[in-house]
């Protein structure tokens, strides 16, 4: 009874093990995809800051969707239209535009930050629940 025991919490330790290893997966992909939008992000700010300066009577293509674009000029590149969430957009100067993407850069780098440190705080625990089963190895044996 007592082999049964050891075998049952081998067994929950192994189990532990693997939902940890899939949440540290899982967050790894959460900060690849925070990564990207903080890229994403980035790119809008300096194209923004371009713009600006140098934007106005620019011709561009403007993207339509589905790999679809139009030419276009620009006239008046401190006006931004932006989107605040819900579908609702709001007219903004750029300023303001690459103020809110700084807000929202700065929300996803703390965001970015505690799931480093969830993933860190997993990965400790997976390394102290292997050194316990590392430890229950010799014993299952004799």
Do not use: C
């Not at 007592?2 to 959460?30: F, H, N, P, V």
């Not at 194209?47 to 276009?72: Q, W």
């Not at 579908?87 to 799931?115: F, H, P, S, Y």
């Amino acid at each position: 009874m007592a082999e049964e025991k050891k075998t049952r919490t081998l067994e929950q330790i192994q189990d532990e093990i693997r939902s940890y290893l899939g949440e540290i997966e899982y967050l790894r992909s959460q900060v690849g995809v925070i990564d990207a939008t903080i890229t994403d992000l980035r790119t809008v700010d300096a194209t923004l800051a371009y713009l600006k300066e140098k934007g106005k009577g620019k011709e561009i293509y403007i993207p339509l969707g589905s790999g679809v674009a139009i030419r276009g000029k620009i006239e008046n590149p401190d006006d931004v239209i932006m989107d605040v969430g819900a579908g609702i957009l709001v007219g903004a100067t750029v300023d303001e535009a690459r103020e809110n993407i700084e807000k929202r850069i700065k929300a996803l780098m703390d965001l970015r930050l505690a799931l480093l440190r969830k993933i860190e705080e997993d990965t400790r625990k997976v390394n102290e629940l292997l050194k316990e089963l590392q430890e229950m190895q010799p014993e299952k044996r004799e």
